[in-house]
């Protein structure tokens, strides 16, 4: 089947800490892979994607790499800021190309809580 | 125009009550979906919609009704909830075609805020 395992929270790092947080994923089909940030009292902002093996994303200085060989999409940031804490999902989108009735579903990891202390 | 838009952002609602949310986005998006999402879990898939046409229910009670009036709007008819139905609500929308489905993820509204009381 299709899911997500994101690493447990909640995290706390110091100011210009590197941050990593582990993504891996179980997938059939067509595999994209995502990374979302929600801040409090707000819906979801897509932070980057990659779409086939290899890629990398990047974004705001975040980069993940899609590891199809680990099954993995790790989030990293070299130095991590205060206006960084918020919640970080990891996604799977699996797309079924046949049949104009099918949509796209995104499976979600449980979340991982960051706080940046300065 | 990236945006998905959700009204209201905060509904409180009697349980007797009728009410809906709404959702519009203009990317000329072909897939959209509800979400609900308790407080510090991920969203949950509810619905989704794909050329205007519900292609996944995941079970959710009858309780909560969508509709897709057009390629653009989709509504969330609640009638008769439970105060376990308070949550965040999340709309989001996605491209469908082959040749742009694998270039973006689903932008997400902000949200409403529904509390049952």
């Known amino acids: 089947g299709n899911s997500v395992t994101q690493m447990e929270g909640p995290v706390t790092l110091s100011e210009e800490a590197f941050l990593t947080i582990n993504c891996t994923y179980t997938a059939t089909g067509y595999p994209s892979l995502f990374w979302y940030v929600q801040y409090p009292g707000e819906g979801l902002q897509l932070l980057l994607k990659a779409t086939k093996a290899d890629d990398k994303g990047s974004n705001k200085g975040f980069e993940a790499t899609y590891r199809k060989e680990t099954t993995s999409f790790h989030l990293e940031k070299g130095s991590v800021q205060v206006s960084d804490s918020a919640v970080y999902f990891c996604?799977?989108?699996?797309?079924?190309?046949?049949?104009?009735?099918?949509?796209?579903?995104?499976?979600f990891g449980t979340g991982t809580s960051l706080t940046v202390i300065p | 125009d990236t945006e998905v838009t959700q009204t209201p952002k905060h509904l409180v609602m009697g349980m007797t009550n009728k009410k809906s949310l709404k959702c519009e986005q203009h990317?000329?998006?072909?897939?959209m979906y509800w979400y609900k999402q308790k407080a510090k879990k991920p969203p949950e898939l509810m619905f989704v919609?794909?050329?205007?046409?519900?292609?996944i229910n995941e079970s959710v009670p009858s309780r909560f009704s969508p509709e897709c009036p057009n390629s653009s709007l989709l509504n969330l008819h609640l009638h008769a909830l439970q105060p376990e139905d308070s949550a965040l609500y999340l709309c989001a929308s996605s491209p469908l075609l082959p040749r742009d489905s694998r270039l973006s993820g689903a932008f997400f509204g902000q949200g409403t805020r529904l509390t049952v009381v």
């Open positions: 990317m000329g998006h072909r897939a």
């Open positions: 996604a799977l989108r699996v797309s079924f190309m046949e049949g104009l009735d099918t949509g796209n579903q995104f499976y």
């Open positions: 919609y794909s050329y205007e046409k519900l292609s």
